[in-house]
């Protein structure tokens, strides 16, 4: 755990006890972090900010244990690369809107990380536009990934990253400590509650701070052609359609599959959640507009080659976006 992760930390009285450090990294591997009434552990050089015994988000950390530590890497599938090439270009251009703050250190946050495609993008994409100083904290609420986020790091001698365990509706930061904060992929959409952690993350932004993020859209078009020419699912949807959540079947590796509760968002609610906690829109994207999602696929054919081409080229086009299997936002904090 590298110790300036401490100054970020919303307490007024903090307290480190370490039990052993990392022969490594010379770094806290284990110990007690005592922040005000709160107790918090050091387990294998992970700060976990979580009580996992008392914490109702924790229910679900089990779920995400259970599946691989990088199942959503590139190269598992052309799928998954056009998904993080759109990732990729919204993380350009929001450290572009971004460059109007001035100099001194970027704090980045990067919420429901895995292990770690944000932080490794982002290292890149700062050195690339020639930011000098900043700080990454990735957080997320399965330890499985982070051990191997953890492991690159050490391995990259990165002394700017960190990890740790932490969910995402209850940020254990101090109020206006972040310049930047990513939810890509999957953070927003899981939660019970995820109204907290549009406010959570508008809590811990510094005023003209940016937040990028995705989230699942009720109103896909690949989804709403599949409903059309199939009656059953037509009807399975109409009869769910008010409800908030649904469950989403994620198969593992080794047989047998999770399930997992999921928000889809449609375009009316995401802005009125952005505006509701002090952002205004800055950027729109579609994610699968066009090119239909299929991650049990691993390679396009021609059409599908076309269509990816097409959506990289359209994918922050009115209506285009619009019709994403996930609606993709860069916004910019405003209030106080």
């Known amino acids: 755990m590298r110790e300036w992760v401490l100054e970020y930390l919303r307490c007024l009285d903090i307290e480190i006890r370490v039990s052993k450090w990392d022969r490594w ?10 922040c005000d009434n709160k107790t918090y552990y050091i387990r294998r050089g992970i700060a976990i900010l979580l009580d996992i015994k008392t914490d109702p988000v924790s229910r679900i950390k089990g779920l995400y244990e259970a599946l691989p530590a990088a199942p959503w890497k590139a190269s598992r599938s052309d799928w998954i690369r056009h998904m993080r090439y759109i990732h990729l270009r919204m993380l350009i251009d929001a450290l ?43 957080i997320d609420i399965a330890n499985k990934p982070l051990k191997l986020a953890r492991k690159l790091l050490r391995e990259m001698r990165e002394e700017n990253i960190d990890f740790m365990v932490s969910p995402a509706e209850r940020l254990p930061f101090k109020n206006a400590s972040f310049d930047f904060v990513t939810g890509l ?20 932004l510094n005023p003209g701070g940016i937040f990028v ?23 399975k949807t109409v009869k769910k359609a008010k409800d908030p959540f649904t469950r989403v079947t994620i198969p593992l590796p080794k047989g047998g599959s999770i399930r997992i509760p999921t928000h889809y968002y449609n375009p009316t609610e995401v802005g009125k959640l952005v505006r509701k906690y002090g952002f205004e829109k800055i950027r729109a994207y579609g994610l699968f507009s066009i090119l239909p999602m299929n991650f049990k696929k691993k390679k396009f054919d021609l059409h599908h080659e076309a269509l990816s081409k097409l959506e990289r080229r359209i994918c922050d086009v009115f209506p285009v976006y619009l019709f994403g299997r996930y609606l993709g936002m860069i916004v910019k904090k405003t209030s106080q």
């Open 213 to 235: 993020f995705t989230v699942l859209n009720k109103f896909a078009l690949d989804w709403m052609i599949k409903v059309i020419k199939n009656p059953r699912l037509y009807i």
């Open 185 to 204: 992929f999957g953070v927003l959409d899981h939660s019970k509650v995820y109204p907290l952690i549009f406010k959570e993350v508008s809590r811990v």
């Open 96 to 138: 572009v809107a971004n460059k109007e703050r001035g100099e001194g250190t970027l704090n980045i946050l990067a919420l429901g990380c895995g292990w770690g495609w944000e932080a490794w993008a982002l290292r890149a994409l700062l050195k690339r536009l020639n930011y000098k100083r900043f700080r990454i904290i990735g």
């Open 25 to 34: 990294t010379g770094e806290p591997y284990s110990g007690i972090i005592k």
